[in-house]
């Protein structure tokens, strides 16, 4: 019996389920196989989808993808050569162009807060009233590894989210009651309709780091506002001020 794409996809997943595959990781490793599934899976193919991919997560993919159908192409290597793509993050002015045209007002007002805190995901869709300092505007949670952290949001941010807070029964009732996979699901839709592009979450985390990389603040300042894992190695980033201190230079740029 024929199996349809969709059919496929959620076969896969199952099977990437199975082998504790991150979540992470099986968004991006479904998202390369609705591009790669779309056709006979050659070794021509694989060499085609592999310049097109230029990175060693699409080499990962099409490495299980192989596995789990039994398929005999070999897995390409990818070039050193070839210029890493650029693309992997939007200009402020792409933001503003999303956030404008998206027609739910509680997921506009979303990714505005992503680009404005650079947080996860999945910490922005743990927010609740209780998480916001509308006084200070800041945003304090848990983040990756339950370590905490302090962020800044903007006065309009913090009207807007005040506003939602306000239609709540409870204090501790999510800002963002989407799902994690609807969340992705409807930004990749919206932005490709808006901009033109395949836009995923954490793609408005790198367009944070990208702003505040353009407007000139410090690496070791970007990887303590994103609160990156290797800012703990204190000999390289010695040179890193506090956290205040960056808050700081970071609301003056996205802010």
């Known amino acids: 019996m024929h199996t349809t794409q969709d059919e496929l996809l959620n076969l896969y997943r199952t099977h990437l389920e199975t082998l504790q595959f991150s979540q992470n990781t099986i968004t991006n490793y479904l ?16 060499e085609a989808f592999i310049r097109q991919h230029n990175h060693g997560s699409a080499r990962a993919f099409l490495k299980s993808f192989k596995e789990y159908l039994q398929l005999n192409y070999e897995v390409p290597k990818t070039s050193r050569r070839q210029a890493a793509p650029q693309t992997d993050y939007l200009t402020r002015e792409e933001i503003n162009q999303l956030v404008q045209g ?27 009233p209780l998480n916001i300092n509308f006084k200070n505007l800041t945003i304090s949670g848990l983040g990756k590894g339950h370590k905490p952290y302090v962020v800044n949001i903007s006065q309009d941010t913090a009207d807007a989210l005040l506003a939602l807070s306000e239609n709540m029964i409870h204090e501790k009732e999510f800002l963002f009651p989407f799902t994690r996979n609807w969340a992705l699901t409807y930004l990749t839709r919206q932005a490709k309709h808006i901009l033109d592009k395949h836009v995923h979450p954490h793609m408005l985390r790198h367009s944070t780091a990208m702003e505040l990389k353009r407007k000139g603040m410090p690496i070791e300042d970007i990887k303590a506002y994103l609160r990156h894992s290797d800012i703990s190695s204190t000999q390289r980033y010695a040179h890193a001020e506090n956290q205040e201190n960056v808050l700081q230079k970071a609301r003056k740029i996205l802010i």
Do not use: K, M
Request: charged share 15%; hydrophobic share 45%; glycine share 2%.
């Open 31 to 46: 998202y390369l196989c609705r591009a790669f599934a779309q056709q006979e899976p050659t070794q021509e193919w694989a």
């Open 102 to 128: 998206i027609p739910n007002t509680r997921f506009a007002i979303l990714i505005q807060s992503l680009f404005e805190t650079g947080c996860r995901i999945s910490e922005a869709l743990a927010w609740t």
